[in-house]
């Protein structure tokens, strides 16, 4: 079988009693995450000029988005919500799918969803099949696609989107390879948007195409359906690796169970430094008389800025975010990063003494940090694919929503998800009032 028919016949025939408690569980805390990020992120500028387009087209009454109490066509919904949830760049992370799932396939997922009138079961059943296929389209593709300047949360991510509204749409599997062939002329997200409203969009792009593709198919689109892969197929002509062993397994190994989620309001490449700086915590800064971080080499380029003067700068720099850490800056919350952080006496002070290190020892999920101290040397790593236990894990998201809806409203939402995620109720979570 190729990877059309595999992924085809995964997100048409995997039943509710296939799926291992561990990966429906992580998709409820996906969801928290997912809700929560989207309502912090409604009024980023991104988000409202999304919001005010859609909204002005009008239309069916389908499906919520986030910033709004009205209902809009499950497509505008999901182009709208998709790209919300990535605004502030705080949502899960893949690193083996190099992309983002969720902000890509559930709000496909739950704009049909509403629209069809689905149960929660089905809901939560069509987006963890469409996050797990997002994923191992991404593997497919590999790091040469990335690394090419090709967004995998995006491009990826809408073949996760499309079977996903597919599933919900009740297309068996010959008709998940039409969703998937149509896809390959539609997936589309560069690089080359990164720091800029782009980058959000592209997010919002996957999900919106997801559903476009279904809606099509479902009303007798006819596209090839080998388009994937086939001779000037998304693959070949997207620099994918075509990575063999990216379905291994797949229906019985779930490979969302090592998403990572944010725990920092900064660039992912920054996190596994401050966990392990945490760890080694609490210091005071006149005790110290230097930081070095050790870290991949790609993360040099992407978050070193070594002064940064601004809140958006603060969240790609390893200077200022140790700094903030140790003074005590909550580095979850979304207003420690500001202009006024990043001039204070104290973290410039710091910044000064930190130094960080390209180590190609290191993976990418890896850091090491050593402190100089005024009578000692302590040191410590963190690896973000290290596990974390389900408990563990929803301790911390569930502190993180807390931060960003405050503990009333947080909690009111996670009670909707354990008791079903009912998708009209899921609607009205990310509504505001």
């Known amino acids: ?220 689109f006819v596209a090839n359906p080998e388009a994937l892969e086939s001779a000037q197929g998304f693959g070949p002509t997207h620099a994918g690796e075509s990575v063999k062993a990216a379905t291994q397994g797949i229906g019985k190994e779930w490979l969302f169970n090592n998403v990572s989620h944010k725990f920092h309001a900064c660039c992912h490449g920054l996190h596994a430094a401050l966990e392990a700086q945490h760890s080694l915590l609490p210091l005071t800064p006149e005790q110290i008389v230097r930081i070095t971080v050790h870290t991949h080499p790609r993360w040099m380029s992407v978050c070193n800025q070594p002064a940064p003067d601004t809140g958006l700068g603060a969240k790609f720099s390893y200077a200022t975010v140790l700094p903030m850490q140790i003074l005590g800056h909550d580095t979850a919350r979304l207003d420690s990063y500001s202009a006024e952080v990043c001039a204070g006496d104290a973290l410039r002070a710091l910044r000064r003494k930190v130094e960080v290190v390209s180590d190609d020892s290191l993976s990418e999920t890896q850091a090491r940090v050593r402190i100089s101290l005024t009578d000692a040397e302590v040191e410590a790593e963190h690896d973000l694919d290290a596990p974390i236990s389900l408990t563990a894990r929803e301790e911390r998201l569930r502190a993180k929503a807390d931060s960003l809806l405050g503990a009333e409203l947080a909690a009111s939402i996670w009670d909707i998800i354990e008791k079903g995620a009912e998708p009209d109720a899921i609607g009205a979570s990310i509504q505001p009032g």
Do not use: C
């Open 1 to 220: 079988m190729n990877i059309t028919s595999e992924l085809a016949d995964f997100a048409a025939n995997t039943k509710v009693e296939d799926v291992p408690y561990d990966a429906a569980r992580m998709l409820q805390l996906s969801l928290l995450d997912w809700i929560a990020v989207g309502r912090a992120g409604a009024d980023e500028p991104v988000s409202r000029i999304t919001r005010d387009m859609v909204l002005s087209e009008g239309g069916a009454e389908q499906a919520a988005v986030f910033g709004t109490g009205r209902k809009l066509p499950a497509r505008a919904a999901a182009l709208s919500n998709g790209t919300t949830s990535h605004a502030l760049d705080y949502d899960d992370t893949h690193f083996a799918h190099i992309g983002h799932p969720s902000v890509a396939v559930l709000p496909a997922a739950l704009a049909v969803a509403q629209n069809l009138g689905a149960s929660g079961e089905a809901f939560r059943h069509a987006a963890l099949i469409g996050i797990e296929a997002s994923i191992r389209v991404g593997v497919w593709l590999g790091r040469n696609h990335y690394q090419t300047g090709f967004h995998q949360t995006a491009t990826a991510g809408a073949f996760g989107a499309g079977l996903a509204a597919a599933r919900l749409m009740g297309l068996g599997a010959g008709d998940m390879a039409m969703v998937l062939g149509l896809l390959a002329t539609r997936a589309s997200g560069l690089k080359s948007q990164f720091g800029t409203m782009g980058k959000p969009y592209n997010a919002g792009l996957a999900a919106a195409n997801g559903v476009e593709a279904a809606q099509l198919v479902a009303r007798g």
